[in-house]
Structure formats: structure tokens, C-alpha cells
């Protein structure tokens, strides 16, 4: 079984800063995509950015050049630095990670996290 444990939501001013941290546990043998999504209120949840296990990344447009996506091979944990965040930054944001449990590539299957909030407000 294999749990995604987010951290490091919280209420930031305008301009400020926040990372989040999320970490996989359970049994792993292989983490493919690792990626972080958010859902404000009254929409759709959307890819905020993501990371592939070769270093690749890709970014929505809207957090391109303020957010970063990180991982931590080591600790089975990806990270997500929000600089100069927005009032339309607030959402509940979600970790997402494509594991494989096993060698069998059978094994393969796609986690979320439970959610953290993350407000934006002056």
C-alpha cells in the first residue's frame, strides 16, 4: 500500500512564499511521475506542474517562472517552491505520483494525496 502525505499549506500574503512537500511511503520500487495539481473553489482541478524521473519538467502558464518542482529521489518526496503567489494561487492543491510497487511492471499505479490548502490572502 502506498500513501502520499502533503505538507506545508498555510495563509501567505501576496508576494509571499510557501513550499509544499509531499512524501511517499509505503511499498515503492519504482516512482515514475511525480506531480503537483490544485482545485480552487467552483473549478475543475488543474496540473500545476509536473516532473518526470528523467528531470523533465513542465509547468502550467500561469505558474511558469514563479514555481518550481523538485524531488528528492532519497526520500520519495517531491516539492513545489511558490514564489510571488496571487490571490488566484488559492486552492487546495494535490500531490500525484505514478508508482510502480514491484519489479512486475503489472504492478504500476497512479496516488493522490489527500490535499493541502493554500490561501492567498492580505
Known amino acids: 500500500q502506498v500513501q502520499l502525505v502533503e505538507s506545508g499549506g498555510g495563509l501567505v500574503q501576496p508576494g509571499g512564499s510557501l513550499r509544499l512537500s509531499c512524501a511517499a511511503s509505503g511499498t515503492i520500487f519504482y516512482i515514475n511521475t511525480m506531480a503537483w495539481y490544485r482545485q480552487a473553489p467552483g473549478k475543475e482541478r488543474e496540473l500545476v506542474a509536473l516532473l518526470f524521473n528523467d528531470g523533465r519538467t513542465n509547468y502550467a502558464d500561469s505558474v511558469t517562472g514563479r514555481f518550481t518542482i523538485s524531488r528528492d529521489n532519497a526520500k520519495n518526496t517531491v516539492y513545489l517552491q511558490m514564489n510571488s503567489l496571487k490571490f488566484e494561487d488559492t486552492a487546495v492543491y494535490y500531490c500525484?505520483?505514478?508508482?510502480?510497487?514491484?519489479?512486475?511492471?503489472?504492478?504500476?499505479?497512479?496516488?493522490w494525496g489527500q490535499g493541502t490548502q493554500v490561501t492567498v490572502s492580505s
Open positions: 500525484f505520483a505514478d508508482i510502480q510497487a514491484t519489479p512486475s511492471y503489472s504492478s504500476r499505479r497512479t496516488y
